[in-house]
């Protein structure tokens, strides 16, 4: 049985017990308030400031705050404002820095570090990083040779590339794969070599690796635009053929062509074919399927199709408008055009000026002054403003019927 003594003692300590545990949570707390200060108010003094030379102290300041260099967007945007002021000695300063320190030997970092050369368009910096990775204890992979790889083709330098493409897997031990095939693709095609692009495609698979659904849209894409269509629908059928099947954005790039062409049932097919294949059509789809019927002079099909949209639970986007409401008032219907706009301005998103100038021409004709009226009104409330001259001009419209 417990003694007296020992009973005490033990209520003693429980007693005690909460009130070192409320002064220690209570240090605790003071701790954790005292820390969040000297962190969060870097983020916020980085994203405040303008002055550049103040901007690089305080992010030099910073360098080892891990608040600051692991989060993204605040290197981004230092960087992007730096560059603006074209203090690239700055830039440079402050990258090779941060590779000096514990977190430049992680690839993944690096890989940061030279796609921010990058967005800097520090090319040379953004390779020499690249090839002194080993300097500062990383690995190179293929994730870092394919940030280099995409920063060099900036320079649009054929001979670089090719050259960077051929030596330096072999130098490194590097295994390309399709990312590699990708970027190199979309270089060549921005650069309008097709065939040199398609060429690169096809060496890359006798080479083991496998274009994909983003290649063969590339491509693609690239050819339709430059009204080689006997190239792009080859690409169609041999990316079929492999056992690649199309994507969203591989429908919206033959959807386009095709309405380009004026061949509007072909293209409103192919979004039905989209359906049954299970891939959702989205707003650039419905768009383009819409504004192919309204070139083609077939505005009910239009029509149907901005409906069925509806029904699908999707919502009309700014470009959608400005297609059905401008053929709308083509096409004479003016009350239907004034529903749309109305709905459209009170989103605060405008038609432009000549769509919106037809519109109240067609309804003063009509002589619907109430609807013109209200149009204009709303005209009136666009953030950032309409120019007085376009005001003025709208305005006329409405004077010549009173």
Not at 59 to 84: M, Y
Not at 301 to 310: D, I, N
């Amino acid at each position: 049985m417990l003694s007296l003594r020992t009973i005490r003692r033990f209520c003693h300590a429980a007693a005690i017990a909460p009130v070192a545990g409320t002064v220690t949570r209570a240090k605790s707390n003071s701790i954790q308030k005292s820390d969040k200060p000297l962190e969060k108010p870097a983020l916020a003094k980085l994203k405040a400031e303008r002055d550049p030379e103040k901007l690089f102290q305080l992010f030099k300041a910073n360098a080892h705050n891990k608040l600051v260099i692991e989060n993204r967007f605040v290197f981004e945007d230092t960087v992007s404002r730096l560059a603006g002021a074209g203090r690239f000695d700055y830039i440079e300063h402050l990258l090779e820095h941060q590779k000096t320190l514990p977190q430049g030997r992680r690839e993944g970092f690096i890989v940061r570090i030279i796609m921010l050369y990058g967005k800097a368009g520090m090319i040379k910096q953004a390779a020499d990083t690249f090839f002194d990775m080993h300097l500062f204890g990383c690995q190179r992979t293929v994730k870092s040779f394919n940030a280099a790889l995409k920063v060099l083709t900036q320079s649009r330098d054929l001979e670089a590339i090719d050259s960077f493409i051929r030596d330096v897997p072999f130098k490194f031990g590097i295994e390309l794969d399709v990312f590699s095939v990708n970027i190199v693709t979309k270089a060549l095609c921005d650069m309008d070599i097709l065939d040199k692009a398609y060429l690169a495609m096809i060496e890359m698979e006798k080479a083991g690796v496998k274009p994909d659904v983003v290649t063969y849209t590339t491509l693609m894409s690239a050819f339709y635009k430059h009204n080689r269509w006997e190239v792009g629908n080859g690409l169609w059928n041999l990316m079929v053929m492999k056992g690649c099947l199309p994507n969203l954005a591989t429908f919206n790039v033959r959807i386009q062509y095709l309405v380009y062409r004026r061949r509007s049932w072909q293209a409103n097919s192919l979004m039905c074919m989209m359906e049954y294949l299970g891939i959702i059509p989205d707003e650039v789809t419905y768009n383009l399927v819409i504004k192919g019927f309204c070139q083609a002079g077939y505005l009910e099909m239009a029509k149907r199709v901005y409906s069925a949209l509806h029904g699908k639970g999707y919502k009309p986007n700014v470009k959608i408008y400005q297609t059905m409401i401008h053929y709308l008032c083509k096409g004479g219907e003016f009350d239907m055009a004034y529903t749309m706009c109305k709905d459209c301005m009170n989103k605060n998103w405008f038609v432009n000026v000549d769509t919106i100038y037809k519109l109240l021409e067609g309804l003063v004709g009509n002589g619907e002054l109430d609807k013109a009226n209200v149009i204009l009104r709303l005209a009136r409330k666009r953030v950032p403003s309409f120019t007085k001259s376009q005001l003025d001009a709208f305005e006329f419209v409405l004077s010549k019927k009173q």
